[in-house]
Nanobody, 127 residues
Framework: VQLVESGGGLVQAGGSLRLSCAAS????????IGWFRQAPGKEREGVSC????????YYADSVKGRFTVSRDNAKNTVYLQMNSLKPEDTAVYYC?????????????????????WGQGTQVTVSS
């Protein structure tokens, strides 16, 4: 069972990146999926999640209108499209999965209850 993120990098303010989170060893159909980030010296915070059952999405206020989460069922992969990036978006980004029906119909995955984490991908936004 594994989550593998990719797509991070260095970008100038105002630029875009697309992060990928590929699941192997299990189907995302039965998991709640969330994106989190952790900046140096700060706690890991929730950024976005997608409700598997109906595709509904949630965004933290700090990224609303700039980030978009989506899913490719055939590839068992979740994406985070990040536009209009700001220096304060600089962090290591993680995807996480939480098993259970309740988490497939709600955005209740958290840093405390996630079952699986990816290795993280660094996003650095220069001013």
């Amino acid at each position: 069972v594994q989550l593998v993120e990719s797509g991070g990098g260095l970008v100038q303010a105002g630029g875009s990146l697309r992060l990928s989170c590929a699941a192997s060893g299990f189907s995302l159909d039965y998991y709640g999926i969330g994106w989190f980030r952790q900046a140096p010296g700060k706690e890991r915070e929730g950024v976005s999640c997608i409700i598997i059952s109906d595709g509904s999405t949630y965004y933290a206020d700090s990224v609303k209108g700039r980030f978009t989460v989506s899913r490719d069922n055939a590839k068992n992969t979740v994406y985070l499209q990040m536009n209009s990036l700001k220096p304060e978006d600089t962090a290591v980004y993680y995807c996480a999965a939480k098993s259970g029906y309740y988490y497939t119909v709600s955005c209740m995955i958290s840093r405390e209850n996630a079952d699986y984490w990816g290795q993280g991908t660094q996003v650095t936004v220069s001013s």
